[in-house]
């Protein structure tokens, strides 16, 4: 088995499994909420399609560690919708933070119906991550590993909501160190693909030890794809992210390619302390890459694509096929072009 025969196996059953919650969910005599969530989610609307769907890399993950620890798949389909429910709540939310008005190459939900009611479909979508994960003891877990289940998804969300306070934090404050930086994405980021592996693990019969190497790969992981994330925001072609050129620095992010450059070229200083448009978008770029920022990210993204990789087999000394899977997961998530 490889990934690609994974993903075609398990992703209609995720999408079927999404559908069918927010069906269930939401009332049918809310039909316009009910469009915002599902065009939001990429199944109606103009461009619908797997590519508005996004990689659902969340729900895939806690399959994936539920299988590779031995457990069924079916019986984790309610944690994969809550996670994948949570991340898409606060993309919903991220847009609106961000003033984004694309997403995955179509307008985002705030676009077209207006911000407050972004907000209350995003808040919606975020009961849904609850509700979902409630199901567990349909699915034949106990009450108390249910318990523990959605502390885990509290715990989470917590990071993440830090996290993104940090983001936007960090925009109009001029002393933010690469700690500082990493803290932030740890929360953003790496807590949910953290949350997503450690979930496998715990909804399944492994022992601690292969739970928290499953949990650290999650982590590793999440701050490699962030990382990957910031090298896209600057150098990566907007036809194939479906976000705008060069948005990172338009929004004024500080990610990691952009401290760097704040950290080691005068120039790029200059640049930064004006005011600049979209046009000046690719001499900002040319200078961080001549300060060496882009290869820094790049090796950046290897090395904590390693450190994934050594959690990984530490989980699973002996590798069995989903495992197997989970590693080549991580290589392509962090030689992604969108």
């Not at 991340?87 to 995955?104: A, C, G, K, V, Y």
């Not at 209350?120 to 567990?136: H, I, P, Q, T």
């Not at 080691?264 to 300060?291: C, G, H, I, M």
Request: one cysteine or more.
């Amino acid at each position: 088995m490889n990934l690609k025969n994974y993903m075609a196996d398990r992703l209609p059953v995720i999408e079927e499994n999404l559908q069918s919650a927010l069906s269930q969910i939401v009332p049918a005599d809310y039909p316009e909420l009910r469009e915002m969530l599902a065009y939001h989610m990429g199944w109606v609307g103009e461009g619908a399609g797997p590519r508005a769907q996004g990689k659902r890399i969340r729900p895939l993950l806690v399959l994936l560690s539920a299988e590779a620890c031995g457990d069924e798949w079916r019986r984790v389909l309610p944690a994969a919708a809550s996670v994948s429910f949570l991340h898409n709540f606060s993309l919903i939310h991220d847009d609106i933070e961000d003033n984004s008005d694309t997403r995955r190459g179509r307008p985002t939900v705030w676009a077209k119906w207006g911000m407050p009611q972004a907000l209350n479909s995003g808040d919606l979508m975020f009961s849904m991550a609850y509700a979902c994960m409630m199901r567990l003891q349909e699915n034949g877990h106990s009450a108390d590993t249910t318990l523990q289940a959605l502390r885990l998804l509290q715990h989470t969300i917590q990071e993440l909501v830090q996290g993104q306070y940090l983001d936007m934090a960090f925009e109009t404050r001029q002393d933010v160190s690469g700690q500082a930086y990493w803290q932030m994405i740890n929360g953003k980021t790496a807590a949910l693909l953290s949350c997503c592996c450690a979930l496998g693990g715990l909804l399944s019969p492994a022992e601690d030890a292969c739970r928290t190497s499953l949990a650290q790969y999650g982590r590793a992981l999440g701050l490699a794809f962030q990382v990957v994330d910031d090298w896209l925001g600057i150098w990566g072609d907007p036809a194939v992210t479906g976000k705008a050129v060069g948005i990172d620095l338009t929004s004024r992010k500080k990610t990691i390619p952009i401290l760097y450059g704040l950290e080691n070229s005068a120039e790029f200083n200059r640049a930064w302390a004006e005011e600049f448009t979209e046009a000046d978008v690719p001499r900002l770029a040319q200078l961080l890459k001549d300060a060496g920022a882009q290869h820094h990210t790049e090796t950046l993204a290897e090395d904590l694509t390693r450190q994934a990789l050594d959690s990984l087999a530490l989980a699973f000394p002996q590798p069995n096929q989903h495992s197997e899977v989970l590693r080549e997961l991580a290589l392509t998530l962090t030689r992604r072009d969108r």
